[in-house]
């Protein structure tokens, strides 16, 4: 009885990490790699510091930050606790959280809490109701197989395919416990060895994107839900049951086979798909999915193993970063920068180029030779959830390709401390906070020196506000404790360099290189000037707007968006920056009260598939500012919007479906969306005056590589801004300040407790 209510307790406990968008996804290859006799340890330790999360203090568990409002105004934005009400946007239904850009939200989105009805509050009653029951076998085992079998629970064991491919692991554990034939198998034979929690989840999207893989894995599905049974039919029945057992064993086997297999080539295919394609456009897709399918078979019966022509690093990467990226040569600075003694010499360096000047290839290459030369775990720590989404969509492929862990530590998402490998290298994708605490407890479980490389984007994000704090406690703790980890810190906006080489200890590379070219121009009323650092007053006159405005139009749009906007749209993409949120859906809705009715017909049919998205993804409610924009080819985005419409939203930009898109600063952080031009509403983001690094920033966003082949950005201002503009054009960007200093009570205390803590130093002995 003991026996089966513990068994109960793991399927569930298994199917528990391995939910989609789970940090546990990444289960499955952690079990695997675990030495023997490690695997009921892990299981409570898991457990244990699942539990933990809610008790942590913020140090270790640390709230991440809203970009809506950090990014901006460089301050810290008020922290929600959790359990705290959110801000209930425009777009969501009353209840929904904001899952990309509110990480504190997300903290404990993916943990079932013990309440009334709770899958884990079922389990602990069924234990309960075993240790009560006098009579012991039979009655207590039906007794469990019925309410396995209830409907909550089946609901949540079959819920999704990422807990089938759990289930698999699940019924291999449990014929390993009673002595089965697979005992003894090595991790290595698993199937879902190699497949890093980040691609399955990857594939979970992937299969909601493409009709036919759906055929595919509704199969599996079907297979898989024939395992619950099968397992939980196992319940009824005596464990060394050896005929049954081999059966099974066989069959899995099989079927985790082919779940591999289908799995990587659909994986390989899925990060073929750089840019997004909007979803329903059916032609299209199922020409690019024949496509991507022929090129990922391609690439895993070409097995190589050589190493060297690339920087290093086998041929195939240069060959994936064709394939998957479109890019078939380096910059000359990529190159440069590349084969600098100093990073050959594995010292740290900070790089420093325009947006868009291709910096993170540079980091890709680094990061590839320490994961498959070095045999070392790579860090990269980006500012956002988003942004870190976004890097693991991009080098999944690359994990699959080439033998590496892609794991990500952002919102609910990061196991602490990492699961320890035995053969292929971790590639640990975080932000900034969750950065700070997989360091820690690196150095906890004395094991930093893992660490071979980390690599800071957005560097100069550590002069800003307590995050940024956070970015230097991490580093110097890394710095201090690892003299062996190289750090690499990259930005296009830095200008205190030296103070931050002493910092860091490192070596520095700078190049205005900039693929695409960028005009940057003011507009005063309705005259456009250029900006032009050679002229006396920084700028020189462009033109003058021509737009017939009606009186109720000037009256509604005194800044001529309408005219500016039109002057692109609907053939090119455009971004208008506003302040705040409100004002982000404001001027959406103001811009399709005087669009044409032209605008309308604009890829009509795909605007309607989108519509209806959308809608399914709120429940069947749909903004009613999207409900009016959308049609025209227009959307806000912004911090409110839930991770289901963000992606849906930036898909149909990516694609042209939409060509407007009005945001906030959330959308200046490095996310790749193309736009020939950027209009600045107001030289402000929120009511604070808006920065170099900011307007930079923002302005950067214009011209992508690869996307456009030229940009410009147009910031809107008044008269009485215009000196204070000026000032913002041509001053040099703001510096890095310390903020544990300048919070000397709050972050060096912070650092020092936490030091102690980790016993990186001790309390002075008393004499
Ligand atoms: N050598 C190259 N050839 C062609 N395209 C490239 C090359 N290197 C990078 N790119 C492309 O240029 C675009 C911008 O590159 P990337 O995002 O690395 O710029 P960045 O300097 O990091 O910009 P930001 O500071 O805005 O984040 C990407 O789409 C990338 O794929």
């Known amino acids: 009885m003991e026996e089966g209510a513990s068994r109960i307790r793991r399927r569930v406990s298994v199917h528990k990490r391995t939910r989609p968008g789970s940090a546990s996804a990444c ?30 203090p913020a140090e270790a568990q640390p709230a991440e930050a809203q970009p809506a409002e950090v990014h901006p105004a460089g301050s810290s934005r008020p922290s929600r606790s ?15 959280g904001d899952q990309h850009y509110d990480s504190e939200e997300d903290m404990f989105g993916d943990y079932d809490s013990f309440s009334e009805n709770s899958i884990l509050a079922q389990v602990e009653d069924l234990e309960q109701r075993y240790m009560q029951l006098p009579e012991q076998g039979k009655h207590a085992t039906d007794l469990a197989s019925e309410d396995l079998h209830s409907e909550s629970i089946k609901n949540e064991l079959s819920v999704t395919h990422v807990s089938d491919f759990t289930e698999c692991k699940t019924n291999e554990q449990t014929e390993n416990q009673t002595g089965g034939e697979d005992a003894a198998a090595e991790p290595g034979d698993d199937p879902l060895y190699d497949v890093p929690s980040s691609q399955v989840l990857c594939f979970d999207d992937l299969q909601s994107s493409s009709d036919d893989l759906h055929h595919q894995s509704t199969q599996e599905r079907d297979r898989s839900s024939s395992s619950h049974k099968t397992g939980n039919e196992e319940l009824q029945h005596q464990p060394n049951d050896e005929m049954s057992s081999k059966v099974q064993t066989s069959s899995d086997t099989n079927r985790r086979k082919s779940i591999k297999d289908f799995l990587k080539s ?27 399918m022929n090129v990922a078979k391609e690439t ?5 193993s050589d190493l060297g022509p690339f920087y290093s690093l086998p041929s195939k990467v240069r060959d994936l970063y064709v394939q998957f990226k479109g890019i078939e040569k380096l910059y000359e600075w990529q190159h440069t920068c590349l084969t600098l003694s100093c990073v050959q ?23 590839l030779q320490e994961l498959l030369c070095r045999r070392k775990d790579v860090l990269m720590i980006l500012p956002y959830v988003a942004l870190v989404q976004e890097k693991i969509s991009g080098l999944s492929s690359f994990g699959i390709e080439l033998g590496f862990f892609v794991e990500e530590y952002a919102g609910s998402k990061g196991r602490f401390p990492p699961t320890k490998r035995r053969e292929k290298k971790s590639l640990y994708i975080a932000t900034i906070e969750k950065a700070h605490s997989l360091v820690n407890s690196l150095i906890e479980t004395g094991r930093i020196s893992s660490l071979g490389l980390v690599v800071v984007d957005e560097l100069h994000m550590i002069g800003e506000g307590s995050r940024g704090a956070i970015l230097e406690m991490t580093l110097a703790k890394v710095i201090y404790t690892s003299k062996t980890t190289q750090i690499i810190g990259m930005s296009a906006t830095l200008n205190n360099v030296k103070d931050l080489q002493e910092f860091l200890q490192a070596e520095y590379y700078s190049s205005q290189f900039r693929p695409v070219e960028l005009k940057e121009y003011l507009k005063i009323n309705d005259t456009i000037y250029e900006v032009d650092s050679k002229a006396e007053s920084s700028m020189t006159f462009s033109r003058l707007l021509h737009y017939k405005y009606s009186d109720s139009l000037r009256k509604m749009d005194p800044d001529h968006l309408v005219a500016l906007v039109t002057e692109v749209i609907p053939n090119y993409s455009c971004l208008v920056f506003c302040p705040s949120k409100k004002n982000c859906e404001n001027v959406a809705e103001m811009l399709c009260k005087f669009l044409d009715k032209e605008y309308l017909k604009h890829r009509e049919k795909e605007k309607c598939e989108l519509m209806k998205n959308l809608r399914s993804s709120s429940s069947g409610h749909l903004c009613p500012i999207l409900r009016r924009t959308v049609p025209f080819g227009v ?12 992606k849906l939203l930036e898909e149909a930009y990516s694609a042209g479906v939409l060509c407007l898109l009005t945001c906030t600063s959330t959308l200046a952080a490095g996310v790749n969306l193309p736009a020939r031009r950027v209009i600045l509403r107001a030289p402000y983001v929120a009511k604070e005056f808006l920065k170099r690094n900011q307007y930079k920033q923002m302005i950067g966003r214009a011209g992508r590589a690869g ?50 803590g980790l016993k990186v130093s001790a309390y002075p002995s008393l004499p």
């Open 27 to 56: 289960a499955a290859p952690a079990e695997a790699e675990r030495a023997p006799g490690e695997a009921e340890e892990e299981e409570e330790e898991g457990a244990g510091a699942r539990r933990r999360k809610t008790a942590q």
């Open 82 to 96: 959790p359990g705290q009400t959110p801000v209930i946007p425009t777009s969501q239904q009353p209840g929904a």
């Open 266 to 292: 659909a994986m390989t295919g899925n990060a073929k798909a750089q840019i997004p394609v909007f979803s329903r456009n059916k032609q299209l897709k199922e020409a690019l999915l024949s496509e991507e």
């Open 300 to 304: 895993i019966e070409s097995s190589s």
């Open 345 to 367: 010499e594995r010292k740290n360096l900070i790089y420093s180029l325009p947006t868009s000047g291709g910096k993170t290839l540079v980091a890709e290459i680094l990061m």
């Open 635 to 646: 959307a806000y985005h912004h911090g409110g919007l839930t991770g289901e419409e963000r």
């Open 707 to 756: 996307i456009d082949t030229t940009g410009e950005s147009i910031l809107i201002l008044q008269e009485k801004d215009k000196q204070k503009v000026l000032e913002l054009i041509t001053r040099p960007p703001e510096n890095c300040y310390s903020h544990l200093v300048q919070q000397f009570t709050k972050g060096i205390q912070a650092l020092f407790l936490s030091l102690i």
